[in-house]
């Protein structure tokens, strides 16, 4: 397996601007996490999702981020209207029902200006 | 909530010293596991070892071990004969345990581990 896919690598973007980020889990993983990363905050959960339905997104920090999991192969965080402070390395991560590891992709760095 | 704290921003050893990375946490559950994550200058989060909460034994992995020390809630991580590879942002993490299911990590601010050669 190609492990957890994530795209793009590097994105920059204008203030104002939408911006959606793509992640494809591991085949047969029923557990998709979102994260961020900054300087000031370290590692946090955004939002994760079970069998394509959220479960939890008390970490998405305001109405400007959203998530969504059409199918079990591919889900997006999608921010709109990105500001400077969203700059940021998001992280998806998918794991399966009774394991415990969860797997990690390369991440995206987003970076507004 | 579960909190997790590691008081050592950065370390830096020598090649071929052992050296231990602290970590303590917080959390009124009793069932959950705990994780050392590795991130390296790629930026590649990989998973260093985990432990059980309910297990007593010390989890190892090669060189890698953790003393875990359920009662005063620390989990320290300890490498062996440390190599050059080894630099990298060492990440503690917390994680619930949830009747079979996944839940998130709560992670820690992170050790910069450097290994001088």
């Known amino acids: 397996d190609a492990g957890v896919i994530q795209s793009p690598r590097h994105e920059v973007t204008e203030m104002g601007q939408e911006v959606t980020l793509r992640c494809k889990p591991i085949s047969g993983h029923d557990y998709l996490f979102w994260y961020r990363q900054t300087m000031m905050r370290g590692l946090e959960l955004l939002i994760y999702?079970?069998?394509?339905?959220?479960?939890?997104d008390s970490g998405m920090p305001e109405d400007r981020f959203s998530a969504k999991m059409p199918n079990a192969s591919f889900s997006t965080l999608k921010i709109q209207p990105s500001e400077p402070r969203d700059s940021a390395v998001y992280f998806c991560?998918?794991?399966?029902?009774?394991?415990?590891?969860?797997?990690f992709g390369q991440g995206t760095r987003l970076t507004v200006v | 909530a579960q909190t997790v704290t590691q008081s050592q921003p950065e370390m830096s050893v020598q090649e071929a010293e052992t050296v231990t990375l602290s970590c303590t946490y917080d959390?009124?559950?009793?069932?959950?596991?705990l994780f050392w994550y590795k991130q390296p200058p790629s930026r590649q989060m990989i998973l260093v070892i985990r432990q059980e909460a309910y297990k007593q034994q010390n989890a190892t992995e090669n060189r890698f071990s953790v003393n875990f020390q359920k009662a005063a809630k620390s989990f320290s991580l300890k490498i062996s004969d440390s190599q050059l590879g080894d630099t990298a942002m060492y990440f503690c993490?917390?994680?619930?345990?949830?009747?079979?299911?996944?839940?998130?990590?709560?992670f820690g601010k992170g050790t910069h581990l450097i290994i001088q050669p």
């Open positions: 999702f079970n069998n394509n339905v959220p479960i939890d």
């Open positions: 991560a998918s794991s399966n029902q009774g394991a415990i590891e969860a797997f």
């Open positions: 993490a917390f994680m619930l345990e949830t009747g079979g299911g996944a839940d998130g990590l709560t």
């Open positions: 959390t009124s559950e009793s069932n959950y596991y």
